[in-house]
């Protein structure tokens, strides 16, 4: 994440994620309130990961590990394929978009961490903190730090981590590799709290 994008944390959650569900709108043929795209930190570089939720349920989940286009159309390609292009769902339908919450996750650069074997690796995790990518030849996976709700244990998630890679929870080679990251997350649901609440009892 940029420094500008960065600085703009604070606000970013009220621009990105109208963004991201007017986008899935705009693919379902649906009518979307139009979005205020112009602020100069969506043209910066970034990385998002776009979480769709039914009822607190999983729909769908996409993103981007590594910054490499505009926010913009990071933000926007990650909605659409969030709701379209999940191989664990089937697309989502029209019918379904006004029960589907957004959850929009900007991801710092990554690190990578050094490591002398995998009770070493374990100890270093932050829980709640990091997001995690595993890497071992073609395999790779991540889990953003959200994850650590479902799965506090730090050997429980990097057994979970192997497993989504497509290894065995007990794998383990001198040649694996793991990166850290951090996010900055908004859900859809507090962005509307929040708004309702400014338009009940305005500042003054």
């Not at 793991?178 to 859900?187: A, E, H, M, N």
Request: charged share 25%; net charge negative.
């Amino acid at each position: 994440m940029t420094q500008t994008i960065h600085s703009a944390s604070s606000n970013a959650g009220k621009v990105l994620i109208p963004i991201a569900r007017a986008s899935i709108a705009q693919a379902l043929g649906k009518p979307h309130a139009k979005t205020k795209e112009d602020f100069p930190w969506l043209q910066e570089k970034g990385a998002s990961f776009v979480t769709l939720t039914q009822n607190e349920q999983l729909r769908g989940c996409i993103g981007t590990l590594e910054a490499h286009r505009p926010l913009l159309i990071d933000v926007k390609a990650n909605a659409r394929a969030a709701a379209f292009q999940d191989p664990r769902f089937s697309p989502l339908s029209s019918d379904e978009l006004d029960d589907t919450q957004i959850e929009i996750s900007l991801l710092s650069a990554m690190q990578a961490i050094a490591f002398a074997n995998e009770s070493d690796a374990l100890a270093q995790l932050q829980p709640g903190i990091d997001g995690i990518v595993l890497e071992f030849g073609r395999y790779r996976s991540t889990f953003l730090p959200q994850v650590w709700e479902q799965l506090p244990d730090a050997r429980l998630f990097m057994a979970h981590l192997k497993h989504k890679a497509g290894l065995s929870p007990e794998f383990w080679d001198e040649e694996l590799k793991l990166y850290r990251y951090t996010v900055s997350k908004w859900r859809e649901k507090d962005i509307t709290n929040e708004v309702e609440v400014l338009t009940k009892y305005p500042a003054t």
